[in-house]
């Protein structure tokens, strides 16, 4: 079975400041890698993915992700994030082939202080 | 891209009664997917819903709780049944397209079981 483990429930950080969010998954076959974003009051959507090629993936409003398959890591970066970054992070791993089971890390909770 | 929308968007309901979810999609889609999202817990899958065969249940979700229809390919209801203050959740449906592997989700049902 699959599982993801995000290491930081709740992250607190000023505007301008470097973020990285870890992830880590545990699957003995191919994956595919996703970051879900939550903005207060709103639905889940997508970051970014990874499913092959480049393991250094960029996603929208400045936000990559690097896949490290010896660490089994897909972490989460933005080298200056701003007030509206605040919001849920979910990562999430799927075995690859399409229509499979998508299995979604516990959520890292990101507030920026202006 | 699908948007996707639910009803209701919550619900507080007595101990005992059943709630029906509807998830109406803007586009067909083959596969939709239910899930949970307890509070402080990230998101559970509860079923994959493929329109015209019976749901597949993930371990520790029956249909007997949660029955599921789908009667097209752009519809499916999900029912709570004989909700208990434990079934407090929010639930999402999502779907996913095969030529991107994203999943796209609902604004969720609040449910309050009181």
């Known amino acids: 079975a699959q599982s993801v483990s995000q290491h930081n429930h709740h992250v607190i950080l000023s505007e301008a400041a470097s973020l990285e969010l870890g992830c880590n998954y545990s699957?003995?076959?191919?994956?595919?890698l996703f970051w879900y974003v939550q903005y207060p009051g709103q639905h889940l959507q997508l970051l970014l993915k990874?499913?092959?090629?480049?393991?250094l993936v960029k996603g929208i409003k400045g936000f990559e992700a690097e896949f490290i398959k010896s660490k089994f890591s897909f972490n989460l970066r933005k080298p200056s994030v701003q007030w509206s970054d605040t919001a849920e992070y979910f990562c999430?791993?799927?075995?690859?082939?399409?229509?499979?089971?998508?299995?979604f890390g516990t959520g890292t909770k990101l507030q920026v202080i202006p | 891209s699908a948007v996707i929308s639910q009803k209701p968007s919550r619900d507080i309901c007595q101990r005992g009664t059943s709630l029906t979810i509807q998830c109406q999609v803007d586009s067909q889609v083959t596969m939709m997917f239910w899930y949970r999202q307890q509070p402080g817990q990230s998101l559970t899958l509860i079923a994959t819903?493929?329109?015209?065969?019976?749901?597949?249940?993930e371990s520790g979700f029956v249909i007997d709780k949660f029955p599921i229809s789908r009667p097209n390919l752009t519809f499916s209801t999900l029912t709570v049944s004989n909700m208990s203050p434990e079934d407090s959740s929010i639930y999402l449906c999502?779907?996913?397209?095969?030529?991107?592997?994203?999943?796209?989700f609902g604004p969720g049902t609040r449910l309050t079981v009181t």
């Open positions: 819903a493929n329109q015209g065969s019976e749901a597949t249940y």
């Open positions: 699957y003995g076959g191919t994956v595919n």
């Open positions: 990874y499913f092959s090629g480049d393991p």
């Open positions: 999430a791993v799927q075995s690859s082939g399409g229509y499979q089971k998508v299995t």
């Open positions: 999502s779907v996913e397209f095969p030529e991107s592997y994203e999943q796209y």
